[in-house]
């Protein structure tokens, strides 16, 4: 039997790491979080004490971090696991970092002689939860290939997007879109509500003309549109509006580093700034429809 190491179990990290256990493998996760690791046991998952008991005798990696910070803490240096871990091992880091930390990660593996792939997330926790996330992957094709197994036990899609970093490239470009549409969809709902027009109505009409788009057809941030969605619970749930301002200032840091133009993901990254400052953070990104209904 597979042995897989699990670090980080949080809302995205711990349904993943279920999945996996419902799948047959044996997983031994760890986090800094007790409630976590009591709830991942609570579902058939082995626990442990810090991540060198999480790692020791375990085939594969898993990990599911905050930032960049924290994966090259994690793998990096005379402290990381790339320094104790044994030859051959796969490295699978589904983390939505920075490219840059992604690509020195995947250097320092290889040059350890590890199989390494980068393989951010899109999905969301209830993606996360019912096994249907895609992952965008970046790494060696042999890597991917010897991931698949794994990745396809968590998600339904898997895009090998390229070298290492690639996967956090893709996550970024896709993300950005994702605030940007996100944002024009409420703003034209909010304006044509403010003319005296029927939400649902102007989301038919935008939906079936060529305003459609994934924000407004499926996941609507208007309340009472739409029954299954943040917003219309709300805007508890889903994506926090705190992670797309992560997500778009990493769209923007790449933007930087490549010098590349990025006008409409530097005003929908502020327009994040602005939500979360005023105590939104917590809040579904779709509640960004409240900085136009104002």
Not at 65 to 77: D, E, R, S, T, W
Not at 122 to 146: C, H, K, P, Y
Not at 268 to 273: I, Q
Request: negative net charge; contains cysteine.
């Amino acid at each position: 039997m597979q042995h897989i190491a699990f670090i980080g179990l949080g809302n995205m990290g711990g349904p993943m790491a279920i999945n996996l256990v419902k799948a047959g493998y044996a997983v031994r996760g760890f986090d800094l979080a007790a409630e976590a690791l009591g709830h991942f046991a609570a579902h058939g998952g082995v626990t442990a004490r810090s991540v060198a008991e999480a790692v020791a005798g375990a085939d594969t990696i898993i990990s599911m971090l905050p930032a960049g910070k924290h994966v090259a803490a994690l793998y990096l240096g005379e402290e990381g696991l790339f320094a104790a871990l044994p030859q051959g091992t796969l490295v699978i880091d589904c983390s939505t970092i920075d490219a840059q930390t992604a690509r020195e990660v995947g250097r320092v593996a290889e040059h350890s002689g590890l199989c390494f792939i980068d393989a951010p997330v899109s999905g969301g926790t209830a993606g996360a939860a019912a096994g249907s996330l895609t992952f965008m992957v970046g790494g060696d094709a042999a890597n991917v290939d010897a991931a698949r197994p794994l990745l396809a036990a968590m998600g339904k899609r898997v895009f090998h997007a390229g070298d290492a970093g690639a996967g956090q490239i893709a996550k970024a470009c896709n993300n950005m879109l994702l605030g940007i549409l996100m944002a024009g969809t409420a703003e034209a709902l909010a304006m044509g509500v403010k003319n005296g027009l029927d939400p649902a109505v102007l989301s038919e009409i935008m939906a079936s003309s060529s305003g459609r788009n994934w924000a407004l057809e499926l996941y609507n941030p208007w309340p009472g549109v739409m029954d299954n969605v943040p917003a219309s619970h709300g805007y508890q749930g889903g994506f926090m509006s705190e992670l797309m301002l992560k997500d778009l200032g990493l769209a923007e840091e790449m933007a930087l580093h490549s010098h590349a133009a990025n006008p409409l993901g530097a005003l929908a990254r502020s327009l994040y700034e602005q939500h979360v400052a005023a105590g939104n953070g917590k809040l579904d990104f779709s509640s960004i429809v409240q900085q136009f209904r104002r």
